[in-house]
């Protein structure tokens, strides 16, 4: 795996990003997507945590959460079923606030820098990443999955829950490559253990490849996964008595950081759009 030198863009998005991907002995060439299109959905019928998400709140399983601990009603009634069936006149409110479905669905790919938090608020007034598109982007956005506050890199934004879920999902098995920078070497032995999958807490840590970063000295690595457990790669080193120094997502379901300097954003073009909703099988 070799490092990421990307210089800046002047405001203009580079269509060359679509199909890169790190050049990495196991990565794969995305395949070519399939044209498709977003359709609009009766809510008549539609679950109210698929609802609540359609509205680009959260994503399903988040929205099945918000339902669960009181936090939904429905025409002023707190309802707590998340598969309760919509109907047609139904007015749901999430913490007090009505929602209604986007008009337009909005996809924001975000190079995020470190010391700021993923999450819409924070209780102790810490960044976030949405104070960084705050006055920028007017759409309600959520951010998709999480990095924790000391990582750095690709992390998606958008109000399409249904497209949320299945980029979160590790049944869909969407990619996402990150570039470890270590506190000290790392042997071979240890790197055929974490090849091998390592014994973890809540269970065994597979990734789909690692092997380290060509010109360094074994202290940095690649490491591809798309397990979607909390800190899964600090985790494993940290379990073989390493420490992660450095953390940066550098891929993400066939986008990378090209032209995408660190702490900005910018909107997907439709083709990334329709890449994303191909590897998610949307």
Same mark, same amino acid.
């Given at each position: 795996?070799?490092?990421?030198?990307?210089?800046?863009?002047?405001?203009?998005?580079?269509?060359?990003?679509?199909?890169? %991907?790190?050049?990495?002995? /196991?990565?794969?060439? #995305?395949?070519?997507? !399939?044209?498709?299109?977003?359709? =609009?959905?009766?809510?008549?019928?539609?679950?109210?945590?698929?609802?609540?998400?359609?509205?680009?709140?959260?994503?399903? !399983?988040?929205?099945?959460?918000? +339902?669960?601990?009181?936090?939904?009603?429905?025409?002023?009634?707190?309802?707590?079923?998340? /598969?309760?069936?919509?109907?047609?006149?139904?007015?749901? %409110?999430?913490?007090?606030?009505?929602? $209604?479905?986007?008009?337009? $669905?909005?996809?924001?790919?975000?190079?995020?820098?470190?010391?700021?938090?993923? =999450? %819409?608020?924070?209780? !102790?007034?810490?960044?976030? +990443?949405?104070?960084?598109?705050?006055?920028?982007?007017?759409?309600?956005?959520?951010?998709?999955?999480?990095?924790?506050?000391?990582?750095?890199?690709?992390?998606?934004?958008?109000?399409?829950?249904?497209?949320?879920? $299945?980029?979160?999902? #590790?049944?869909?098995?969407?990619?996402?490559?990150?570039?470890?920078?270590?506190?000290?070497?790392?042997?071979? +032995?240890?790197?055929?253990?974490?090849?091998?999958?390592?014994?973890?807490?809540?269970?065994? %840590?597979?990734?789909?490849?690692?092997?380290?970063?060509?010109? =360094?000295?074994?202290?940095?690595?690649?490491?591809?996964?798309?397990?979607?457990?909390?800190?899964?790669? !600090?985790?494993?080193?940290?379990?073989?008595?390493?420490?992660?120094?450095?953390?940066?997502?550098?891929?993400?379901?066939?986008? =990378?950081?090209?032209?995408?300097?660190?702490?900005?954003?910018? $909107?997907?073009?439709?083709?990334?759009?329709?890449?994303?909703?191909?590897?998610?099988?949307?």
């Amino acid at each position: 795996m070799k490092k990421e030198n990307s210089k800046p863009s002047k405001g203009r998005s580079n269509d060359r990003n679509k199909k890169s %991907a790190p050049k990495t002995d /196991f990565s794969s060439r #995305p395949k070519k997507p !399939r044209e498709d299109s977003d359709k =609009t959905e009766s809510i008549e019928g539609m679950r109210l945590n698929k609802y609540i998400a359609y509205c680009g709140v959260c994503s399903r !399983r988040q929205a099945a959460d918000l +339902v669960k601990e009181g936090s939904v009603t429905v025409n002023g009634e707190q309802m707590l079923e998340p /598969f309760y069936q919509m109907k047609p006149n139904d007015v749901v %409110a999430v913490k007090g606030k009505p929602v $209604k479905p986007e008009a337009r $669905k909005v996809y924001i790919l975000m190079n995020k820098p470190k010391n700021v938090i993923t =999450t %819409a608020k924070d209780e !102790r007034g810490r960044k976030t +990443v949405m104070d960084l598109l705050a006055g920028k982007v007017h759409e309600r956005v959520f951010p998709v999955g999480r990095l924790d506050r000391d990582t750095t890199g690709l992390l998606l934004l958008t109000n399409d829950g249904e497209l949320a879920e $299945k980029l979160t999902h #590790p049944s869909h098995g969407v990619k996402k490559i990150y570039h470890v920078q270590l506190d000290r070497s790392l042997p071979n +032995v240890d790197l055929e253990k974490i090849r091998k999958g390592i014994q973890l807490e809540d269970g065994i %840590a597979v990734v789909d490849g690692v092997d380290y970063v060509e010109g =360094t000295k074994h202290t940095e690595l690649g490491v591809e996964i798309h397990i979607g457990k909390n800190r899964i790669v !600090r985790r494993i080193f940290e379990h073989l008595g390493y420490t992660v120094e450095r953390l940066d997502r550098v891929y993400l379901g066939g986008l =990378t950081k090209k032209d995408l300097p660190r702490g900005f954003f910018r $909107k997907l073009t439709d083709r990334e759009v329709i890449m994303l909703k191909h590897f998610s099988g949307k």
